[in-house]
C-alpha cells in the first residue's frame, strides 16, 4: 500500500507496470481495487496508477473536499507530487467527472481519456442549443425571441437592469405599453443606451421579458441528484449487482468503507447541458463508454450522442455495450483489448469495436 498526504488529506494509491502513465480513477461504486484487473493487462505496457478519491477505500474521509472541484485539485497535486508531467486517464462515473474536468483546465497534461458510465441527460434544449465550439445559431426555445431593436440595444441580454431601464423609460415617456415606441435615453438620443444605431419603432412586451429573466434566474434541474434518488452507496450497488453474484461481494467491502455524503456533495451544481459543453470543449481525444442496461444512468440517447459528437467525429467516440450495466470493466470480457486499443491506436475514430455508435444523417 503507497500513500501521500495533499492538504492534510491521506491519499492512498498503487502502482503497477513501466512505460507511459495512465491513471484509472473509480466511481461512486467501490474504490481502487475493482481496477485490478485491468492494471494487470496495461502494467506490461504502461505505469498504471490508480488511486483512491477523498472519501473512499483507504483515503481520508473529509466532507469539505467531496466536491468534484476539490477532487480535481487533490489530482492536480497527487500527479506533481508523483512527477506525472502528462498522462491517459480512464474515468469511471465521479472518476470521469474528476477526469473531464481535470482535463478542462489542464489540456496539456491529458493525452486522452476514456469515460465511462457518464451521468449524460438532454436538458431538453439540444435541437436548438449552441454545441460548445460550433458556430451553430440558436432557435426555437432557447432564449426569448426579442423585437430587433431590443437586441441589438441589449446585446441579447434581458437581464432585471434591463427590464428596469426599459420600465423607467416608458414611464418617463408616458407610452402606451402595447403600443409602437422609440425606447429613448435620458439624454434623448432616442437610443437605449445612447447607442447611435438603434432608432427603430418597437413593440414591447414588458411581461415577457420579465417571464425571460424569471426562467433564466431558475434553479436548474439536477438530473444527476435526481439519478441517486437519496440512495446511499450501499443501495447503488444494489442496483448493480445481485446479492449472489461475486461482484457484489467484493464490492461491498469498499462500499462499506465509503463515506455516502460523497452522492450529494459531488452532484451539487451538476446541470446536464452545461456538463455536455463541458465535454465539448475538451481538446484530448476522447472515447465515451456506456453499458445499455446501466441501472444508474440510462444510456444516452441518439440526440445526446449527436450533440456530443457535432464537428467531433474523430476524436470523440462513443461506445455503447449491450448487456452490461453499469461496470463495463467488470462485465465486458473485451473491455481490457478495448482500453489497451484507445490507449496505443494514434487515431481513436479506427478503434474496431461492434458495438461503435456511429452518426446518423438527419
Known amino acids: 500500500m503507497s500513500a501521500i498526504t495533499i492538504g492534510g488529506d491521506l491519499i492512498h494509491y498503487e502502482k503497477l507496470g513501466r512505460g507511459r502513465p495512465v491513471i484509472l480513477i473509480h466511481g461512486w461504486v467501490g474504490s481502487w481495487r475493482y481496477w485490478i484487473p485491468l492494471m494487470q493487462k496495461l502494467h506490461l505496457k504502461f505505469s498504471v496508477y490508480t488511486l483512491d478519491l477523498?472519501?473512499?477505500?483507504?483515503?481520508?474521509?473529509?466532507?469539505?473536499?467531496?466536491?468534484?472541484?476539490?477532487?480535481?485539485?487533490?489530482?492536480?497535486?497527487f500527479l506533481d507530487q508523483l512527477g506525472i508531467a502528462k498522462t491517459a486517464m480512464v474515468g469511471h462515473g465521479l472518476g470521469a467527472l474528476v477526469a473531464i474536468r481535470f482535463a478542462g483546465k489542464h489540456p496539456d497534461k491529458v493525452a486522452r481519456l476514456m469515460l465511462s458510465s457518464l451521468p449524460l441527460y438532454n436538458p431538453g434544449d439540444l435541437e436548438n442549443r449552441i454545441p460548445a465550439g460550433t458556430s451553430v445559431k440558436l432557435t426555437g426555445n432557447t432564449r426569448y425571441s426579442l423585437s430587433p431593436s431590443i437586441e441589438d440595444a441589449t446585446g441579447g441580454q434581458y437581464s432585471d437592469n434591463t427590464?428596469?431601464?426599459?420600465?423607467?423609460?416608458?414611464?418617463?415617456?408616458?407610452t402606451n405599453v402595447g403600443g409602437d415606441m422609440t425606447i429613448a435615453s435620458s439624454s434623448g438620443?432616442?437610443?437605449?443606451?445612447?447607442?447611435?444605431?438603434?432608432?427603430?419603432?418597437?413593440?414591447?412586451?414588458?411581461?415577457?421579458?420579465?417571464?425571460?429573466?424569471?426562467?433564466?434566474?431558475?434553479?436548474?434541474?439536477?438530473?444527476?441528484?435526481?439519478?441517486?434518488?437519496?440512495?446511499?452507496?450501499?443501495?447503488?450497488l444494489e442496483r448493480c449487482f445481485k446479492q449472489s453474484e461475486v461482484e457484489y461481494g467484493k464490492l461491498k467491502i469498499d462500499v462499506e468503507k465509503s463515506d455516502s455524503q460523497v452522492l450529494a456533495k459531488s452532484a451539487m451544481g451538476y446541470e446536464a447541458g452545461a456538463f455536455l459543453d463541458e465535454i465539448r470543449q475538451l481538446t484530448a481525444p476522447v472515447v465515451a463508454v456506456h453499458g445499455v442496461d446501466d441501472p444508474i444512468f440510462t444510456v444516452p440517447n441518439e440526440d445526446i450522442w449527436n450533440y456530443l459528437t457535432l464537428s467531433k467525429e474523430d476524436v470523440f467516440v462513443p461506445i455503447p455495450l449491450p448487456d452490461v450495466r453499469h461496470f463495463p470493466m467488470l462485465e465486458h470480457v473485451a473491455f481490457p483489448r478495448l482500453t489497451s486499443d484507445f490507449l496505443t491506436v494514434p487515431d481513436i475514430s479506427k478503434l474496431e469495436i461492434r458495438e461503435r455508435w456511429r452518426r446518423r444523417s438527419r
Not at 427590464?163 to 408616458?174: H, P
Open 54 to 77: 477523498i472519501g473512499f477505500g483507504d483515503s481520508t474521509k473529509d466532507p469539505n473536499n467531496y466536491t468534484v472541484d476539490a477532487q480535481v485539485k487533490m489530482l492536480e497535486q
Open 163 to 174: 427590464i428596469a431601464t426599459i420600465d423607467k423609460t416608458i414611464a418617463s415617456r408616458g
Open 189 to 236: 438620443s432616442g437610443v437605449l443606451n445612447d447607442s447611435p444605431t438603434v432608432r427603430r419603432p418597437i413593440n414591447i412586451d414588458r411581461e415577457a421579458l420579465r417571464r425571460a429573466a424569471e426562467e433564466r434566474d431558475k434553479p436548474k434541474r439536477n438530473h444527476l441528484m435526481e439519478s441517486f434518488n437519496d440512495a446511499t452507496m450501499t443501495g447503488l
